[in-house]
């Protein structure tokens, strides 16, 4: 699976968006892009996946760069409960390990009032 | 539906020890994973299973076994437990590819080895 790259933290204040960047220059045609979210002490959570075109749901919005090889989590309004470590993860629609998930360190997003 | 829950919660155990840790997913699901996630670190994946009675290595296997003897349960052994055990263990499942690309996770067991 293609590496990922992203800043170990970011601070955002609240109401306003937060931008969550992740560079992914090795991606592969057939891989997706995948952001979940781990808020403090609780399981990951599922936001958003894209393979080439932006995609957007209640969650987030996530914008893919034409040469696909940078990705930008967006989250329109952030509240304080959006504070979590967010994780940008590359994979095929399926592999050969039953589409395991390769974290990486995240970024821990800190919304503050 | 109650989603994928873990027992137990939390664990004590002294080195050497044994013991088995149960997740259970309502979702009909086929894929079911196990991780273990250290403090400051991502998740890293143990086992997992793409359906009942098949089981298969993922990243750090040693040390554990798993079984997947109903397509419901996941379970993950630990048949003597050492202090590097020591961590958070998240179980998800899935549906297998082509249908949906989320994975549903627990919320956690924290294990202790002393």
């Known amino acids: 699976d293609a590496k990922t790259t992203q800043p170990p933290s970011m601070d955002c204040a609240e109401g306003r968006a937060a931008n969550l960047p992740c560079n992914h220059s090795?991606?592969?045609?057939?891989?997706?892009v995948y952001w979940y979210r781990q808020i403090h002490s609780q399981g990951p959570q599922y936001i958003i996946h894209?393979?080439?075109n932006n995609e957007t749901n209640e969650m987030a919005s996530l914008i893919i760069t034409e040469d696909r090889k940078s990705s930008t989590l967006i989250l329109p309004h952030a509240t304080l409960r959006d504070t979590a470590v967010y994780y940008c993860i590359v994979r095929p629609t399926y592999n050969n390990a039953g589409n395991m998930l390769t974290f990486g360190g995240g970024t821990r997003l800190m919304v503050k009032p | 539906n109650a989603g994928v829950t873990q027992t137990p919660k939390f664990r004590v155990l002294k080195t050497g020890q044994s013991m088995t840790l149960l997740c259970a997913q309502d979702m009909n699901h086929e894929y079911m994973y196990w991780y273990r996630q250290d403090p400051g670190m991502g998740l890293r994946l143990i086992h997992y299973?793409?359906?009942?009675?098949?089981?298969a290595k993922g990243e750090v296997p040693d040390g554990y076994n798993v079984s997947r003897l109903k397509k419901q349960n996941f379970l993950l052994g630990l048949e003597s437990a050492a202090p590097s055990q020591t961590s958070v263990y998240f179980c998800?499942?899935?549906?297998?590819?082509?249908?949906?690309?989320?994975?549903?996770f627990g919320p956690g067991t924290r294990l202790t080895v002393l």
């Open positions: 090795t991606i592969s045609g057939n891989e997706y």
């Open positions: 894209g393979l080439k």
């Open positions: 998800a499942s899935s549906p297998p590819a082509g249908r949906m690309h989320e994975q549903f």
């Open positions: 299973s793409v359906g009942e009675g098949t089981t």
